[in-house]
């Protein structure tokens, strides 16, 4: 009767497999302690009543490695792309985000990643993701940390770090990385555990939008991205909204509307902040409702087609030397507009300044009238104005004479020129 025990034995290891996901399970005391109890049924006849974990309802607890955690993470605040270059200790980021559904993007040199994520955040609204290794990984992403930062574009750089227990110990590739991005970011920070990843995360996304955006970078030590945690531990953090819409007072609106009326050489500039609210349908709007000549700087180029026959920016510089009242739209007066000041622009100019950064408002030149908002927003609320007192702006002026003169005659030179060549 050999084959009794043998069958006994299948049976008892198939109902333990059923009942404890394997032979493996046998390490736990608690396991062994239930296999001899099965055993002991069949020889009585006696069922074994399956005791199940205090609190779960008999489900196991799931845990998470730290890099799911930044994950997860990372995707519950709808991001979306990765960019970067992995080693240690970022690959299983790299590995735990594309399992997320974050698309990632493998670059040849940090620098350039951080800028393609820079440009996605500008593109889309919300900031791309740039992951690097420790040390002179995240060195070569300053580069473009600074310029995502100066130019207001939306960026959150992760990049792995040493062992917590390891710091100051001269660690691989030990570096004072979260001091060293604060000079180029607006939110630089170190998680101390991997509950506090969710909310350090949802920190840096969106004091990446908010305000004027710019870059912001989480430190992720070594040893956390391999840590295990309870799912159950981990609060959950809301995604973050879109930056609030902000409106200028509507006081100062009426005030400028009414300065641009008064003009007798009005004109639009049309800048980058212009173009990130995208505010294209309202400009339009308002450069066809009132007839002004507008101008795009480099960045602000597309919001209005160049084609437009209201864009004078083949007599860039006469426009700019004899406008009287000039209706800044998301730009600022630094280098590329000659920073508002002489002999590139009329010394008693009025400015009307459009912006969503109180700081950057009268900088280098003080405004008429200082709009503090949405560059979206608040066109909507002068085009308001213009609806309500309708008023447009005489095309056959004799600003308007000057301006198609002159672009007429560069627009020839140009053509000699190109026959020329």
């Known amino acids: 009767m050999i084959f009794a025990p043998i069958l006994l034995l299948v049976c008892v290891t198939a109902e333990l497999i059923i009942t404890e996901s394997g032979w493996k399970s046998l390490e736990k005391q608690q396991n062994r302690d239930l296999f001899f109890r099965i055993l002991q049924s069949y020889f009585t006849g006696k069922g074994v009543e399956m005791a199940a974990p205090e609190g779960d309802g008999g489900l196991q607890p799931e845990e998470l490695s730290g890099a799911q955690v930044v994950a997860e993470a990372l995707r519950g605040q709808n991001l979306r792309y990765m960019f970067g270059i992995v080693g240690i200790p970022v690959i299983e980021i790299a590995m735990a985000a594309q399992a997320a559904g974050i698309k990632y993007i493998g670059m040849r040199n940090e620098q350039a990643a951080c800028y393609a994520a820079s440009a996605v955040g500008y593109l889309t609204g919300r900031p791309g993701i740039c992951l690097t290794v420790s040390g002179p990984g995240l060195l070569h992403t300053l580069g473009g940390m600074a310029n995502a930062n100066m130019n207001c574009w939306p960026l959150v750089v992760l990049a792995g770090s040493s062992d917590r227990n390891q710091e100051t110990m001269g660690a691989f590739q030990e570096f004072p990385q979260v001091e060293a991005c604060r000079l180029y970011s607006k939110f630089s920070s170190r998680p101390n555990s991997l509950e506090a990843i969710p909310a350090i995360i949802e920190k840096a996304v969106r004091s990446s939008m908010y305000g004027r955006p710019g870059a912001c970078y989480v430190d992720i ?167 309500i007192n309708p008023w447009t702006y005489a095309s056959n002026s004799e600003w308007w004479l000057r301006l198609k003169e002159k672009m007429k005659d560069n627009e020839e030179e140009s053509k000699v020129n190109r026959q020329n060549c």
């Open 221 to 387: 030590p070594g040893d956390m991205v391999t840590s295990k945690i309870r799912s159950e531990l981990l609060r959950t953090v809301p995604c973050c909204l879109r930056a609030p819409v902000a409106m200028a007072e509507p006081q100062v609106v009426k005030e400028a509307a009414l300065i641009i009326k008064s003009a007798k050489r009005p004109l639009v500039i049309v800048g980058k902040g212009a173009a990130y609210s995208r505010a294209e349908d309202n400009i339009k709007k308002l450069i066809n409702l009132c007839g002004l000549p507008f101008l795009p700087t480099p960045m602000g180029k597309g919001v209005v087609p160049d084609n437009h026959h209201n864009c004078v920016s083949a007599a860039r510089s006469r426009a700019l030397q004899n406008a009287d009242v000039i209706l800044l739209l998301g730009a600022r007066l630094n280098w590329i507009l000659h920073f508002g000041h002489p002999p590139r622009f009329r010394a008693d100019v009025k400015i009307i300044q459009v912006d969503l950064c109180a700081e950057e408002l009268g900088n280098n030149v003080k405004p008429v009238a200082a709009l503090l908002g949405d560059v979206n927003a608040v066109v909507e609320q002068l085009l308001e104005c213009f609806r």
